[in-house]
């Protein structure tokens, strides 16, 4: 299909309001994943850049990049090897300059990842400080110590792989800490120098031009003896640096924190309004799962009774699926035994505290569930994100390893390795997936645009009228406690307008009673369809929903609401 490029973001020459990030809706995209334009079986800049249309298109109005630096790559990238350049496999300087014009160009903002508590271990600074005399400035980069049981109250992060947050390393005669692989040592940040030098890595982006940086893994930058190592005091003064510089040199751009805690300890990453603009929340993520599987609210209501409220300038970043595993950290034991029995019984399925699988494959395929997710996604407090491939139901292959099973190419057409790449299909950074029910043939891009009734063009309407209300992005999120618990009933209030969200869980017809004295002689009018549904009046608010249905309405005076569709005209009626 071709559609005009900016139909859905026009607004490029709009000045930037300084909270762009509370109404943006990003798509989150590997380079690598997404389009190969040069044929090595990679994915590279100039094939985003050619794709940039089918991204506007979606309506989204931001790109969150996964790294994209050189690297070993045994991390996906994460394992960074030069701060300041760019994969060769993936293009240059030029290619990604090229990139972020035509991305703005379009009115989408450009997110990038600041990989700051680790680098490679082929990293340049990390080959100086192992080969520089011990308790020198250089070896002074990292974390280095002769007792492997120092720190030893913090937790290990990859549970599969590692067993220990010490490595030894030969040249330097003493172990490394590593939160994560053994490959990626942790930098020291209590060596002033390493944060001046992450400030220019920070600097380096964003005078290209870059919107907002993720801040990934964010909670380890510091250790102290007789800590967790995580959270510390001393790594909330880190980001405030981080912060200052960014608002003494730059406007409008955005730091997201990813910080996989509690809502109580993620709530400091905002800090008062001096760390973070963005945190994701990470312990909703898991109930919505629950609360679908249980036909049960409880599990959403009670999270978001337990987060606090954060700065009116920061926003919560909410998805359903990413890069990872879906991961199970901030459940109980129990819940987690819940979460793998339900959404993982092949052990395969399984890794670290996980679920490495995609949002289709988790919901059985079910379109009726894979929608009412996504609505809750576009309505729950926060800024959604979509996980490319999400928006056609693309599957996963958990027999690759570590997490690349929700991490194979992009499925654009049913030709040639799924429109990705012309290169032969062994050469790919991945096989695309093949087999039904999820292969290439039958989830693609160019075959859900024949069909009307599509995912994709059923989630570009769910974008579509998510961007006409700011309320969803800005307002108040007020939890309506209606006798029926499979019921979950919201409001969000924003500037005088009033949305109310109605989600049934269960997968059969319910009804639900809602008290909505305070609306009393209001109507409410479907955002869908513009239908305005019977005033409220005296008695409790009845609602009937089909299996895992949604209601999106805005409340409205009586002369405000449009006139019903169906009803007759009496206009009409007189002239026959
Ligand atoms: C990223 C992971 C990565 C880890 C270590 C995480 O926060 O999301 O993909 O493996 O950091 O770098």
């Not at 067993?163 to 030894?168: A, D, E, F, G, Y």
């Not at 790449?421 to 087999?435: M, R, T």
């Not at 969803?472 to 006798?483: L, N, S, V, Y």
């Amino acid at each position: 299909m071709t559609v005009p490029i900016t139909t859905r973001n026009a607004n490029r020459n709009a000045p930037t309001d300084p909270l762009w990030y509370k109404d943006a809706i990003i798509y989150q995209v590997h380079v690598k994943a997404f389009r190969d334009a040069n044929g090595d079986g990679y994915g590279d800049f100039q094939g985003l850049t050619e794709k940039l249309d089918y991204i506007a298109n979606l309506g989204v109005t931001a790109l969150w990049l996964l790294p994209f630096y050189p690297s070993p790559l045994k991390d996906d990238g994460y394992d960074i090897q030069l701060y300041e350049a760019i994969h060769p496999t993936y293009g240059n300087i030029e290619d990604f300059r090229e990139f972020l014009e035509a991305a703005h160009a379009r009115g989408l903002k450009v997110i990038t990842e600041l990989v700051i508590n680790h680098t490679s271990d082929q990293h340049p600074w990390f080959q100086r400080a192992r080969s520089a005399p011990k308790g020198s400035p250089e070896r002074d980069w990292y974390v280095w110590s002769d007792d492997p049981k120092k720190y030893s109250g913090t937790r290990i992060i990859f549970t599969d792989t590692e067993k220990s947050n010490w490595s030894w390393d030969p040249v330097a005669e003493q172990f490394y800490w590593h939160r994560f692989f053994s490959h990626q040592p942790d930098l020291n940040f209590d060596n002033p120098a390493v944060l001046e030098a992450v400030i220019n890595v920070m600097r380096f982006w964003l005078k290209m031009g870059v919107d907002g940086l993720r801040l990934d893994a964010i909670p380890y930058l510091i250790e102290r003896d007789g800590t967790n190592c995580e959270n510390l005091p001393e790594t909330h003064v880190v980001l405030k640096k981080m912060r200052a510089a960014l608002d003494a040199e730059f406007t409008n751009r955005l730091f997201l924190a990813e910080a996989n805690q509690w809502p109580p300890d993620v709530i400091p990453y905002f800090g008062n309004s001096d760390e973070c603009h963005m945190a994701f929340h990470f312990p909703l993520m898991p109930r919505m799962y629950m609360a679908l599987r249980r036909e049960d609210r409880t599990p959403i209501v009670e999270i978001m009774q337990r987060t606090p409220p954060i700065p009116a300038d920061c926003q919560w970043a909410i998805f359903l699926r990413n890069h990872d595993e879906l991961t199970l950290e901030m459940v109980t034991d129990e819940e987690r035994d819940y979460m793998y029995n339900e959404y993982a019984t092949d052990p395969r399925m399984r890794i670290n505290v996980g679920i490495r699988r995609r949002l289709a494959p988790l919901l059985d395929k079910g379109r009726r569930q894979i929608e009412l997710m996504n609505a809750l996604l576009m309505s729950m407090p926060g800024t959604p994100i979509v996980y490319y491939g999400d928006e056609l139901g693309m599957g996963d292959n958990y027999y690759l390893g570590d997490r690349n099973g929700v991490r194979t190419p992009m499925q654009w057409t049913d030709g040639k390795n799924a429109g990705f790449s012309e290169a032969d299909s062994a050469a790919l950074y991945s096989p695309v997936i093949v087999d039904p029910p999820y292969g290439f043939q039958g989830i693609n891009v160019a075959a859900q645009e024949r069909v009307k009734t599509s995912l994709l063009r059923w989630m570009r309407r769910l974008v579509g009228v998510r961007k006409e209300h700011r309320a969803f992005g800005r307002g108040t999120f007020e939890p309506i406690q209606a006798g029926n618990k499979r019921v979950l009933v919201f409001m969000r209030r924003f500037q005088g307008e009033t949305l109310l969200c109605v989600n049934n869980l269960s997968r059969y017809a319910q009804f639900v009673e809602l008290d909505l004295a305070e609306f009393h002689g209001c109507v409410p009018v479907d955002l869908w369809s513009n239908q305005p549904f019977p005033q409220i009046g005296e008695l409790p608010y009845l609602l009937t929903m089909g299996p895992h249905g949604f209601y999106w309405f805005r409340l409205v005076s009586a002369e405000e609401a449009p006139p019903a569709a169906g009803t007759p005209d009496p206009g009409a009626r007189k002239k026959s």
